[in-house]
């Protein structure tokens, strides 16, 4: 069964620190992986997907994610951080098989910015 | 457009009632996932529809849980006798579901909060 470890339960940074989340998967096959998002009082949104191609994955506010296939890992990052990126943030993985396949998602990592 | 709609947003019963929750998908996506989080975990699958049918319906908990989508749009998750260990947060997802692409992503709704007293 697949599985997804995400290193870090509470990250606290100051304004314009670098932020890396770690985020691991254990499943033989090939994965799409997903970083989702949940602002406070907000439902879940997508930050960043990789499928194929450039390991290197470019999303939304400034956030990007690499997939290191030997590892296991999609970690994701940012150079500088602000408050509003204050959040829940959830790692997911699917198996690319035939048809759709549900989202395993991590525990999730609670990043607090603080001024 | 709009996105994924659940309702109600928040409910409240009492333990041993019996609680619908719906989705309203993405219009054209014919494909339906429902999942659960707890506090302080990630969301978890419950069950995946394609169309009107079940096609995954391998992480409902027990058989008080169950789901319909008798349309192929709009779909129910239906607890039966709840338990206080039911209170969650229960999400709806959908995504395109074109099949031969399985590079798909799936847009999550606001979630129903469930609490059982």
């Known amino acids: 069964a697949q599985s997804v470890s995400q290193h870090n339960h509470h990250v606290i940074l100051s304004e314009a620190a670098s932020l890396e989340l770690g985020c691991n998967y254990s499943?033989?096959?090939?994965?799409?992986l997903f970083w989702y998002v949940q602002y406070p009082g907000q439902h879940l949104q997508l930050l960043l997907k990789?499928?194929?191609?450039?390991?290197l994955v470019k999303g939304i506010k400034g956030f990007e994610a690499e997939f290191i296939k030997s590892k296991f890992s999609f970690n994701l990052r940012k150079p500088s951080v602000q408050w509003s990126d204050t959040a829940e943030y959830f790692c997911?993985?699917?198996?690319?098989?035939?048809?759709?396949?549900?989202?395993?998602f991590g525990k999730g990592t609670r990043l607090s910015v603080i001024a | 457009g709009a996105g994924v709609s659940q309702t109600p947003s928040n409910k409240v019963t009492e333990k041993g009632k019996y609680v619908e929750l719906r989705c309203d998908p993405i219009?054209?996506?014919?494909?339906l996932y429902w999942y659960r989080q707890s506090l302080g975990q990630g969301p978890e699958f419950l069950i995946y529809?394609?169309?009107?049918?079940?096609?995954?319906d391998s992480g409902l908990p027990n058989d008080r849980f169950f789901a319909v989508r008798p349309e192929g749009s709009v779909s129910t998750l239906k607890i039966q006798r709840t338990e206080r260990g039911d209170s969650a947060v229960y999400l709806c997802?959908?995504?395109?579901?074109?099949?031969?692409?399985?590079?798909?992503?799936?847009?999550f709704g606001p979630g129903t909060r469930l609490l059982v007293l």
């Open positions: 997802a959908s995504s395109q579901g074109s099949g031969g692409d399985r590079r798909e992503t799936q847009y």
């Open positions: 499943y033989g096959g090939t994965v799409n």
């Open positions: 990789y499928f194929s191609g450039d390991p």
């Open positions: 997911a993985v699917n198996a690319r098989n035939s048809g759709n396949t549900p989202l395993v």
């Open positions: 219009s054209g996506h014919t494909a």
């Open positions: 529809f394609q169309g009107t049918g079940a096609a995954d």
